[in-house]
């Protein structure tokens, strides 16, 4: 009797493993040809209206102050601008699929300062003279 116990206890406890082990294999999901086509968002360029005129308007100017851009700012964020805030950004080694950059931003001294920070306001290209 003691046996049939232990025999029926090892069946119990070695269905509990084996339904264990398969609960825990990594499901797939559907296999579809569409699904498999599809990849990952790929970052764009900033859409036009996407930067205000105003601060379109600062990064032109600086853009224009630095040999990057000519003629007159027109605080609209066109394809010369995006060209011209690439070629930036790709002069200093950095990323040319998203303008602007954070690290262009700053280099053309339009990113943010602290109020302790003199120097930044005084090197700034558009800083009052």
């Given at each position: 009797?003691?046996?049939g116990r232990y025999v029926l206890f090892s069946a119990c406890v070695l269905g509990a493993a084996v339904t264990a082990a398969a609960s825990t294999?990594?499901?797939r999901g559907p296999t579809s040809s569409?699904?498999?086509t599809k990849h990952?968002?790929?970052p764009k360029a900033l859409a036009p209206h996407a930067i205000d005129d105003q601060r379109a308007t600062q990064i032109q100017s600086a853009?224009?102050?630095s040999g990057y851009l000519s003629g007159q700012a027109t605080g609209h964020w066109?394809?010369?601008t995006a060209a011209a805030m690439q070629r930036l950004q790709?002069?200093?080694g950095w990323q040319t699929k998203l303008v602007p950059d954070s690290r262009a931003?700053?280099?053309l001294g339009l990113g943010p300062s602290t109020a302790g920070d003199s120097v930044a306001a005084e090197t700034s290209p558009l800083a009052p003279q």
């Open positions: 009797m003691r046996l294999h990594a499901r569409k699904l498999l990952a968002a790929k853009l224009i102050q066109d394809d010369a790709a002069d200093n931003i700053i280099k």
